[in-house]
């Protein structure tokens, strides 16, 4: 499973939706002007993050089940 392409992109997506959500999270806690002016970008860039990432899982998981 490690030596597939598509596993190592889907990994590399779900730890930009975790990066991207860390950044959010610690800016939310922090408050301030950054937080004020960036909230939404951020999260609107992690939900599109997280999109793709369960796109690419569930790709995936398809091509698994199909034995390829």
Known sequence: MADEPLF???AV??????GI????IGSFG???????????KIMRWRIGAQAVAVA??????YLRGNGS
Do not use: P
Request: proline share 0%; hydrophobic share 65%.
């Open 30 to 40: 922090k408050g301030g002007e950054f937080n004020r002016k960036n909230a939404n």
């Open 13 to 18: 997506a779900v730890l930009a939706v975790l």
């Open 56 to 61: 690419l899982i569930l790709l995936f998981v």
């Open 21 to 24: 959500l860390m950044l959010g």
């Open 8 to 10: 190592w992109l889907m």
